[in-house]
């Protein structure tokens, strides 16, 4: 979490996963609210898994302190108002114990939308009514999921201090157009030089290997049109990868397929800059940022309806919508309407929406609203 200094309170701002520490989006939402804060992060150090947020977060001139000494640091700030910014509701059920009477509670809400309809309404019917004397401002990362939380409105009156401010994305992906874009450095790719055949159709997915990014789908979703000039990148690592590795063999694709593992993000962008498609199989995104980097490359996406997909992509226009459980056919269609029909795609009029000043300034603009509430 997050310490930010400005004025007569500060803000505490939860800066890990409940399962896998600090992750890189929420890592980025401190470095780039730090422009405008001062920062204290505060870490799970039971779950944390890897220290280059940490240290990110030390070379930016960033506090860290382990959230076992939370508490007593909330001791120390005496009157001091406080607001905690959670990200999501373990961070919240944490923050309304330690909140006093003068603090403030902001919540982002990364994922909601995900959860199955049948078992929606209770969930978010127990969430909402248990929290919401408690939260001041409800922050969405897409319209969709802020829609979607609230759907029971007509049960249970829907909060007005809810607003939804897209997560940012770096500057170089906004400002490059695709044929500016130099090829990254061999170091960039774990060592492992990739080079690009010229004439060839180059089809992208950034996705950690895990069931829930579906990879063994996308293989047999395009095992056809895998052959000759067309080639499937697929950037990332994971528990699946060898497994998916052996699955391309099995498939007869392995010369059609390439495995980058993970890479930098400078490496991402030197190779979406060379896509002619990037597509996202996914059954879930917490936002999408495998959605929103190639979107704003101007890339033609195929994607099932996940994240903030629905607020990017337009059909026959820069890409394609499916439905999480469409057939590998359909997928394999749009793909290939994409992938002749759909290369001057410009998406130059929202870029804007999704850089990390804009969310940065949204934060600020929230953090001060919040606390001249009443």
Known sequence: MVLAKQGNFSIVFFLYDKSIGITEHICNMALNLNSLTEIIAVYDKRIEKTDKYLYKLKTAGIQVIDISFLEHFIKLQAGRKLIFHCQGFLHLKIASKLKRSHDKIVITVHAYRHYWRFWKFPLTLYLYSRYKSAVDIWHFLC??????????????????????????????????????????????????????????????????????????????SLKNILKNDTVLYLLGDGPLIGECLEYTKRLGIQNNVVFTGRVSRDAVRSILSKASVAVVPSRSETFGWCLLEPFCMDKPIVTTNVGIADSLVQDFRNGFILDVNCKEEE??????????????????????????QTFSSNMKQCYDYVMDMR
Do not use: T
Request: hydrophobic content about 35%; glycine content about 6%.
């Open 143 to 220: 319209g969709k999921s802020q829609k979607e939380f609230f759907w029971f409105r007509k049960f249970a009156k829907k909060p007005g201090k809810a607003f939804v401010f897209p997560l940012g994305v770096e500057d170089e992906f906004i400002n490059s157009h695709s044929d500016q874009v130099k090829c990254c450095d061999i170091d960039d790719i774990d060592g492992e030089g990739i080079s690009f055949n010229n004439g060839e159709k180059r089809i992208v997915y950034i996705a950690d290997f895990n069931h829930v990014k579906r990879h063994k789908l996308l293989l047999r």
């Open 331 to 356: 997928f394999c269609d749009k793909v290939k309407y994409a992938l002749e029909h759909l290369q001057n795609v410009d998406n130059s009029s929202m870029k804007n929406l999704y850089n990390w």
